[in-house]
């Protein structure tokens, strides 16, 4: 049985405690995600476990007359054997995203984009496998994304980004930052026709896919799942009557921040802020500081403190010493084991490298067959090389004796 766990939402007196609530709701808006993060449902285990189960995914052809009305298609799921049917159209209006806004089903980015702007925002060069949150320097961009990680991706613990995750700040970025410090134009979504509904029903479908891998590798029982509170609304609009709620939602609030990288205390009554200057490595700053942080100014989207406004106390662990910015796991020394790996995440490159690394392991079993089978007949020659000459040094002796047994029956033959 998989651990279901609770999902973290933005914690709204937390945010204006930190001064940064205005800024982190224009992320929100950008992403389309504000309706929900402040809906904050509660979870309901055996609902959204058969409902994962059941779920299908129907899109219309592109010229279709339903999706007028139910937009690019709809779903189908069962709640205690009893069939659903929900339109997009409906997800869309449940969770507030853009209504009609299209059937594309993912983002598209101009190439390079993607790692532009993770070198903008961030204190480090653009790698899927090495881009952690604690390296997004500005607070309230790093604040989303821990938010869009434990909402829409359902995501426990998110001291890494992925490629989803920076996809959704591209786009709640376009507005606000405009373009590159190369001058280059920050695109956003190219395909201009995805439904935020579709990339929501993307997340399920991940879901099942890990705990699928998860079952098949033995690990069903130390794995989880995290997206209770993004299906309840879906639930509660289809009108079936559902039980008490067995989770309630919890918060990204003043301890939550605590336990991972992001604070060190308090000085001054104010909360120190900790993260990667691009040029001084880690560094803290004081917060309230709108002054530096809010989005008014663009500078403060790249988060470029100066020396003298950083706050020094000595004495600071690198994040490199700690590991990266990891919030507690719930499932303790359990996190080291792999994630199944998603290729749909990935880059043109990695796909490749993995593909190569996949090929050459495929030519390494067939070489160990190749060898072992070798090995097998040399072994049988040896032993055939080893009896030829012993039957070769009893065949004149055998001749012997055959001609002295010629030679007595004749002598014999001829004395009668």
């Known amino acids: 049985m998989m651990k279901f766990l609770p999902m973290r939402f933005p914690h709204e007196a937390t945010m204006r405690e930190l001064g940064i609530f205005d800024d982190v709701q224009t992320l929100f808006k950008g992403m389309e995600m504000q309706h929900f993060m402040a809906l904050a449902p509660p979870a309901y285990y055996d609902p959204t476990l058969h409902f994962l189960a059941t779920l299908k995914v129907i899109r219309y052809p592109e010229l279709a007359e339903e999706i007028a009305t139910d937009g690019p298609g709809y779903i189908t799921f069962a709640l205690a054997y009893q069939a659903f049917r929900m339109s997009i159209k409906k997800i869309e209006e449940l969770y507030g995203f853009g209504v009609g806004i299209g059937l594309g089903t993912k983002m598209r980015f101009e190439k390079g984009e993607l790692a532009k702007l993770w070198e903008t925002i961030s204190s480090s060069k653009y790698e899927v496998s090495s881009a952690r949150g604690g390296h997004i320097r500005n607070p309230a961009i790093r604040y989303a994304h821990k938010a869009i990680a434990h909402t829409m991706f359902a995501r426990h613990e998110c001291a890494n980004v992925r490629t989803g995750e920076l996809e959704m700040l591209d786009i709640a970025l376009v507005d606000e930052l405009q373009t590159f410090e190369d001058g280059t134009e920050l695109v956003g979504d190219t395909s201009c026709d995805t439904s935020m509904a579709m990339v929501l029903l993307d997340s399920f479908r991940q ?3 890990n705990a699928i891998v998860s079952y098949e590798q033995g690990r069903i029982r130390s794995s989880y799942i995290g997206l209770g509170s993004l299906v309840t609304p879906i639930l509660l609009a289809s009108g079936f009557p559902l039980p008490e709620p067995s989770d309630q939602p919890e918060w990204m609030d003043i301890a939550c921040l605590n336990k991972s990288w992001f604070f060190r205390g308090k000085a001054q009554e104010k909360h120190i802020y900790r993260f990667i200057h691009q ?3 880690a560094s803290k700053v004081l917060l309230p500081n709108t002054y530096q942080t809010s989005f008014e100014v663009r500078d403060n989207i790249i988060f470029m403190v100066e020396a003298d406004e950083l706050y020094m106390d000595g004495g600071d662990a690198t994040i490199m010493e700690e590991g990266g910015p990891s919030e507690e796991h719930p499932l303790g020394d359990r996190r080291f084991q792999f994630d199944p790996f998603d290729a749909s995440t990935c880059g043109l490159s990695v796909k490749k490298a993995h593909a190569h690394i996949r090929l050459l392991q495929e030519w390494c079993k067939w070489q160990d067959k190749t ?36 030679e007595t029956s004749s002598s014999s033959s001829f004395s009668q």
């Open 207 to 209: 879901c099942m896919k």
């Open 279 to 281: 040029d001084f490595g």
């Open 371 to 406: 060898i072992k089978k070798l090995v097998k007949s040399v072994r049988k020659l040896k032993e055939k090389a080893k009896r030829r000459p012993s039957t070769r040094s009893h065949a004149p002796e055998q001749a012997a004796q055959s001609l002295s047994s010629e």
